[in-house]
């Protein structure tokens, strides 16, 4: 990329390494590609019977756009309904970090974190909702500057009306 732009490292400094720098950029950024680094669902066996929902939400998150490798970056919301088991809370915001972290599509994102916790979890139902500006709109293209893209993924009991209702009662109430 650097030739081809016609720049010289030569004469100018700061482009000296610059390709070593962004290839190992990518490996830290796109570390979601390898398997081993992805996360461990501790469960818990639900010996209280908890059957409400369970959310985290406002989970910050970056990641690249598989079409342009520009930044998308914003939150994700995550609940669930649990059955059996329950899921060590921080282990929600890794799971989103794990599938952000790889040239991704927002609407892939979103459903991978749903898929991974339906199959694991097995809980009554799944619901994430993601919210990201998207880079490749803002600084070229339409040039849109804070358009915000939201997406959601739902399994389960979130079918209901009336508990996906929940959800967005949950997600909207603030402090
Ligand atoms: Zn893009």
Do not use: W
Request: charged fraction near 25%.
């Amino acid at each position: 990329m650097i030739r081809i732009l016609g720049l010289d490292p030569e004469k100018d400094a700061n482009l000296v390494d610059t390709d070593q720098r962004v290839a190992k950029m990518y490996l830290e950024i796109f570390s979601g590609l390898d398997a081993e680094n992805r996360p461990r669902l501790t469960t818990f066996p639900n010996d209280e019977k908890y059957s409400s929902m369970v959310m985290e939400k406002d989970i910050p998150f970056y990641s690249m756009c598989a079409h342009h490798f520009v930044p998308f970056y914003g939150h994700g919301h995550i609940a669930y309904i649990p059955n059996e088991r329950i899921v060590g809370l921080s282990k929600l915001p890794r799971l989103l970090e794990f599938y952000a972290r790889r040239p991704q599509l927002q609407e892939r994102l979103t459903e991978q974190v749903a898929t991974t916790l339906e199959e694991e979890l097995k809980p009554q139902g799944v619901m994430v909702v993601v919210e990201a500006r998207h880079l490749c709109v803002e600084m070229r293209g339409v040039k849109k500057p804070g358009a915000l893209t939201v997406t959601s993924a739902l399994r389960g009991i979130f079918a209901q009306k009336a508990v996906r209702e929940e959800f967005l009662d949950l997600l909207n109430r603030r402090g």
